[in-house]
């Protein structure tokens, strides 16, 4: 871990103390979230709490919950963090009802009649759906029984995207940016 850390410090990421096991059993008291075992090896080694990206921009504020900062702000904040995921995608499915494409996956059953049937629905299937845990931004890492490493996702809506098959490769993804060939034309876009 304290590598994969100075590779992060490397590129702008900033750490400070990492949690102690008062804090991951504070964590759950508040959060009802115990952190895949990856994830709790890496916070106990540091924790992130912000990141430079260039000299002349600092990323938005609080991009990384701030998991050992107990004050009412805080907490609040995080706790709207793992909600958001599901406000966003239940906002998106419904707004397709709007339209003559709903957006209803066939797991999900069948397809409601109405938008307020849907909204119905949506609500019971998201109590069987894994807790989100943020991680940084609107990246987080589903709280998956006996799965020490679970993938991270991207998740703002239905424009949900898998961002890394484990802990390694989401931070590698995220901050460290594999060199890739030259695409004509469209390297500029894959590299914003």
Same mark, same amino acid.
């Given at each position: 871990?304290?590598?994969?850390?100075?590779?992060?410090?490397? #590129?702008?990421?900033?750490?400070?103390?990492? %949690?102690?096991?008062?804090?991951?059993? @504070?964590?759950?008291?508040?959060?009802?979230?115990?952190?895949?075992? #990856?994830?709790? @090896?890496?916070?106990?080694?540091? %924790?992130? #709490? *912000?990141?430079?990206?260039?000299?002349?921009?600092?990323?938005?504020?609080?991009?990384?919950?701030?998991?050992?900062?107990?004050?009412?702000?805080? #907490?609040?904040?995080?706790?709207?963090?793992?909600?958001?995921?599901?406000?966003?995608?239940?906002?998106? /499915?419904?707004? *397709?009802?709007? *339209?003559?494409?709903?957006?209803?996956?066939?797991?999900?059953?069948?397809? =409601?009649?109405?938008?307020?049937?849907?909204?119905?629905?949506?609500?019971?299937?998201?109590?069987?759906?894994?807790?989100? &845990? =943020?991680?940084?931004?609107?990246?987080? /890492?589903?709280? %998956?029984?006996?799965?020490?490493?679970?993938?991270?996702? *991207?998740? /703002?809506?239905?424009?949900?995207?898998?961002?890394?098959?484990?802990?390694?490769?989401?931070?590698?993804?995220?901050?460290?940016?594999?060199?890739?060939? =030259?695409?004509?034309?469209?390297?500029? &876009?894959? %590299?914003?």
């Amino acid at each position: 871990m304290k590598d994969l850390i100075r590779s992060l410090e490397s #590129v702008g990421v900033k750490f400070e103390k990492g %949690l102690c096991e008062r804090d991951f059993k @504070r964590i759950k008291e508040i959060y009802g979230i115990t952190f895949p075992e #990856v994830w709790k @090896r890496f916070y106990k080694a540091g %924790l992130p #709490v *912000s990141i430079k990206k260039d000299e002349k921009k600092l990323s938005s504020p609080m991009p990384f919950p701030i998991w050992n900062d107990y004050s009412e702000e805080n #907490v609040e904040r995080i706790k709207t963090k793992m909600k958001k995921p599901y406000e966003w995608l239940k906002s998106d /499915v419904l707004t *397709s009802f709007d *339209s003559n494409k709903p957006f209803w996956l066939k797991d999900w059953g069948t397809l =409601p009649e109405t938008k307020e049937e849907a909204a119905i629905r949506f609500d019971e299937l998201i109590k069987t759906a894994p807790v989100l &845990i =943020p991680v940084y931004s609107h990246r987080y /890492v589903p709280m %998956l029984e006996n799965i020490i490493d679970p993938p991270v996702i *991207s998740t /703002v809506g239905i424009d949900t995207i898998m961002y890394g098959k484990n802990q390694f490769d989401y931070l590698q993804n995220e901050f460290i940016k594999p060199q890739i060939d =030259p695409i004509p034309f469209w390297n500029g &876009i894959i %590299l914003k």
